[in-house]
């Protein structure tokens, strides 16, 4: 089916249900070669009726294959930058989302041509586990809160659980904030901490105290 009549579909739904538009989250070996056509025909769809366009997009897991025509397309675009390392490679633990890997993430898009102000950097509220902390799947942040008081201050616990803690999402976001950069993603709200211990409102509070941005 050509790209336009699949967009139609989408298109109405949005419309019917009142959305403030559609976000694209086609990954990995689901980004094919009909993939800047099938954007290029739903912001043909979208943006008439002032809806928003949006995608969800890693460097490491098919990147590559997107075209950067969809760049003009796109209101933003959340870059996954986390799941660096994980249960499906026991061969290689460590953070799967550190510092370096989130600006190495955010300077593959911007150096195709992404517009910093559509470059919304994301950022994780879980981690994986390896050695003794091993299991197929993550750990969301409040489960290791419940288990490790104090766990909220670093980025490695236990043995061995790596994931971000509110140090290391307060620098993320204030790298953000001096780039000049769209803003931050989650994944995911359920995962996060209460309180003074929730990774959400380091973000929110870093957003509105950090210094502007560099000139």
């Known amino acids: 089916m050509p790209s336009a009549l699949r967009s139609r579909p ?17 990954e990995g070996p689901s980004i094919n070669k009909d993939y800047g056509a099938f954007i290029r025909d739903l912001a043909a769809v979208l943006k008439p009726k002032g809806r928003l366009l949006t995608s969800a997009l890693s460097k490491g897991y098919g990147g ?9 397309h796109f209101d933003f ?20 989302s550190s510092f370096a890997f989130a600006t190495n993430n955010v300077a593959y898009w911007l150096e195709r041509g992404l517009p910093k102000a559509k470059a919304v950097l994301g950022v994780p509220f879980y981690g994986y586990g390896f050695g003794a902390a091993y299991r197929r799947g993550d750990y969301g942040y409040s489960k290791i809160l419940a288990t490790y008081p104090g766990a909220e201050k670093v980025d490695q616990i236990g043995n061995t659980i790596w994931y971000n803690g509110i140090p290391t999402i307060r620098a993320k976001t204030q790298y953000v904030v001096e780039e000049g950069l769209g803003g931050v993603m989650i994944w995911s709200l359920d995962y996060d901490g209460k309180g003074e211990l929730s990774l959400l409102s380091a973000i929110h509070e870093t957003l509105h105290t950090a210094p502007p941005r560099r000139p």
């Open 10 to 26: 989408l298109g109405a739904y949005v419309e019917r249900h009142g959305f403030d538009g559609l976000d694209v989250d086609i």
């Open 64 to 72: 590559s294959k997107v075209p950067n025509s969809v760049f003009e």
């Open 77 to 96: 675009i959340n870059i996954m930058a986390y799941d660096g390392a994980g249960y499906w490679n026991t061969n290689a633990p460590g953070q799967h």
